[in-house]
């Protein structure tokens, strides 16, 4: 059974290298990262972390509702996760904005 489920991994590890993924592991905890490539016993993931901004003056951006936003800088580690533990595989949810209209195929702006 257990064989099975690795095997499982890997085709699923397969069909979404390259692709931004979440992967959930047995202690129910969620990693989320750029799948890369795998092997027959884990896959490597580049998994992104938040760096705080430097403080300076010339990295704020004020917009007209008065708020103060800093830039976000990431980076990217590579984790090696063993295919024994992880659950699933899921694609990383992107939502895209409903329009309220449609747009036409030969629309030109004036």
């Known amino acids: 059974m257990e064989s099975y489920h690795i ?3 890997q085709d699923q590890c397969k069909k ?3 692709c931004h993924v979440v992967f959930q592991t047995s202690e129910r905890a969620l990693l989320e990262g750029i799948l890369l490539d795998n092997n027959s016993s884990s896959a490597d993931l580049l998994v992104p972390e938040d760096l705080a901004a430097p403080e300076s003056r010339y990295f704020e951006v ?3 509702g008065g708020e103060t ?3 976000r800088y990431r980076i990217y580690k ?3 996760v063993p295919l024994s ?3 699933a595989i ?3 949810p992107y939502y895209y904005p409903s329009y309220p209209y449609i747009y036409q195929r030969n629309y030109h702006p004036q």
Request: glycine share 0%.
């Open 7 to 9: 095997r499982n991994m």
């Open 16 to 18: 979404y290298k390259l």
């Open 62 to 64: 004020r917009q007209s």
């Open 69 to 71: 936003f800093r830039p």
């Open 78 to 80: 590579k984790v090696t």
């Open 85 to 87: 533990s992880v659950v």
């Open 90 to 92: 899921y694609l990383y």
